[in-house]
T-cell receptor
Framework: KAGVTQTPRYLIKTRGQQVTLSCSPISGHRSVSWYQQTPGQGLQFLFEYFSETQRNKGNFPGRFSGRQFSNSRSEMNVSTLELGDSALYLC????????????FGPGTRLTVT | AQSVSQHNHHVILSEAASLELGCNYSYGGTVNLFWYVQYPGQHLQLLLKYFSGDPLVKGIKGFEAEFIKSKFSFNLRKPSVQWSDTAEYFCAVNARGGYQKVTFGTGTKLQVIP
């Protein structure tokens, strides 16, 4: 089976712009979670989707949003980018209904200048 | 809400030394516990997990972890580390029941010196 794929792998944006990141889960996985990884902060939970429904949301401002499509692919969007949004954004999918055991993608490295 | 603490941010060991990485969580109910590893340039991958049963859990590459409920701990151990164990290790927890998010610790960077 193919693993979790994320596109693009690298992205450079300027402050004020918006960005959309994409994640394709492992085939058959319906739960998708997104995390922001920064040095020293570990993984900060953004949101989790299951069957096109957002089940959980982290403590991020409304500029961060996401969605899941009927084929379980997911996108996250960040509007009005700030320098502090520079991070590695990770997507993970889970085989069961609960987002417990997770399989991670390679991440999208976002740099905001 | 659950939280996870990893007190060691950076650990340096010589090959063949024993390893123990601390992980403590805060949550009043029943939890699932995980250790993930991120080797340089690679994806995060699951090292081991505890859902229920025997509190001593064995994972890949000779790693094990022990769940001590009374101490809210899930420390990771390996009797003899190798240079290839150089990586960042993350402890994670989620509350059992319902569809709860997974909370990760801030990670411990392990550097093994040949």
């Amino acid at each position: 089976k193919a693993g979790v794929t994320q596109t693009p792998r690298y992205l450079i944006k300027t402050r004020g712009q918006q960005v959309t990141l994409s994640c394709s889960p492992i085939s058959g996985h319906r739960s998708v979670s997104w995390y922001q990884q920064t040095p020293g902060q570990g993984l900060q939970f953004l949101f989790e989707y299951f069957s096109e429904t957002q089940r959980n949301k982290g403590n991020f401002p409304g500029r961060f949003s996401g969605r899941q499509f009927s084929n379980s692919r997911s996108e996250m969007n960040v509007s009005t980018l700030e320098l502090g949004d520079s991070a590695l954004y990770l997507c993970a999918s889970s085989p069961g209904e609960a987002a417990d055991e997770q399989y991670f993608g390679p991440g999208t490295r976002l740099t905001v200048t | 809400a659950q939280s996870v603490s990893q007190h060691n941010h950076h650990v340096i060991l010589s090959e063949a030394a024993s390893l123990e990485l601390g992980c403590n969580y805060s949550y009043g109910g029943t939890v699932n516990l995980f250790w993930y590893v991120q080797y340089p340039g690679q994806h995060l991958q699951l090292l081991l997990k505890y859902f229920s049963g025997d509190p001593l859990v064995k994972g890949i590459k000779g790693f094990e972890a022990e769940f001590i409920k009374s101490k809210f701990s899930f420390n990771l151990r390996k009797p003899s580390v190798q240079w290839s164990d150089t990586a960042e290790y993350f402890c994670a927890v989620n509350a059992r029941g319902g569809y709860q998010k997974v909370t990760f610790g801030t990670g411990t960077k392990l550097q093994v010196i040949p």
